[in-house]
């Protein structure tokens, strides 16, 4: 059931800015704010806030504000900002026991997290905290490709990923691994592809989300762009490097396309319904190279936001 803003809005709740498409019905809980890394060249969406974590105290304020209002309504919450790992391991699990005994049909409470905090979050740290009931972890891979982690600023490494999934399986977290699709540009699309596929492979996610990257005003990547250092790739390539990655996937993984700046609507279990959407990739270059207008339509996706 979608839980309703307008309310919080006026006993002054603290929003989240963000949150997943898969978190649209959740109640949102802001326990940080801004991102404790905020280097990636193609990510706009903290620059401008400093990074802190809230008081207990206020966290605590906002999840009774919102018991009064839904109480027994809320059946997931998402934790906001963008790593909620950074907080302190006791004080995470009292918002999450607070979470648990105000809302009694709370089945699910999912976070972001960096790939870099949790490979080197003690995993009894991690342990206790799934214990204490956050469920999934949002985790933006980007990229597997060594040379392009090191280009956008990621701050991690392959290595560092497959850690961090190594301990996810450990603490038994549900974990969603996010792809940029196109954040090699037009030149360094197979390389992305085989990179990505490769740590994918072993790390083997519940979920890989993949998001098309739209160069975004007030990022690096979008002044690259405008000064001609980083050139977009077109619509075949961008399909021409999820067939790629798709053809690489030897996971176990659930697909998905879940987002509104991506070309196709690609779902399915791997590896049953991988070669169905590789041929649903073949059908759409196949329709590009018939139809203008596809292509017109397509680019025109270039204005919608990737976040």
């Known amino acids: 059931m979608t839980l309703g803003r307008f309310g919080l809005r006026r006993r ?17 809980l802001r326990v940080t704010r801004g991102c404790p890394w905020n280097r990636c060249t193609f990510c706009s969406m903290y620059k401008g806030t400093k990074f802190e974590i809230r008081d207990l105290e206020e966290i605590l304020g906002d999840i009774e504000i919102a018991k009064e209002l839904y109480g027994d309504r809320v059946g997931t919450v998402f934790i906001g900002d963008s790593n909620s790992l950074t907080v302190k391991t006791d004080m995470l699990i009292q918002v999450l026991i607070s979470l648990y005994g105000s809302f009694p049909n709370l089945e699910r409470v999912t976070s972001y997290a960096r790939a870099k905090t949790l490979s080197k979050k003690p995993i009894e740290d991690l342990e206790k905290i799934r214990q204490a009931g956050l469920t999934r972890l949002h985790v933006g891979l980007e990229t597997g490709d060594r040379e392009l982690l090191k280009e956008i600023d990621k701050g991690a490494t392959p290595e560092e990923m497959v850690e961090a999934g190594r301990k996810w399986k450990k603490a038994r977290f549900e974990y969603s691994l996010y792809v940029l699709l196109g954040i090699g540009g037009e030149e360094k699309w197979e390389g992305h592809a085989r990179g990505t596929a490769e740590v994918l492979n072993q790390v083997d996610p519940h979920f890989i989300r993949v998001r098309t990257f739209i160069p975004q005003p007030n990022s690096p990547l979008y002044e690259a762009m405008q000064r001609g250092r980083f050139r977009p790739p077109s619509p075949e390539t961008i399909l021409k490097e999820t067939k790629l990655l798709l053809e690489g996937l030897q996971a176990t993984s659930q697909f998905l396309s879940d987002h509104i700046s991506n070309l196709l609507p690609l779902h399915g279990k791997l590896p049953e319904d991988k070669h169905r959407m590789i041929r649903m990739i073949d059908e759409a270059l196949q329709e590009l190279r018939e139809d203008d207008r596809l292509r017109e339509e397509m680019e025109m996706r270039r204005h919608l936001t990737n976040l």
């Open 12 to 28: 002054n709740y603290d929003f989240p800015p963000f949150r997943p498409p898969s978190e649209a019905n959740s109640l949102l």
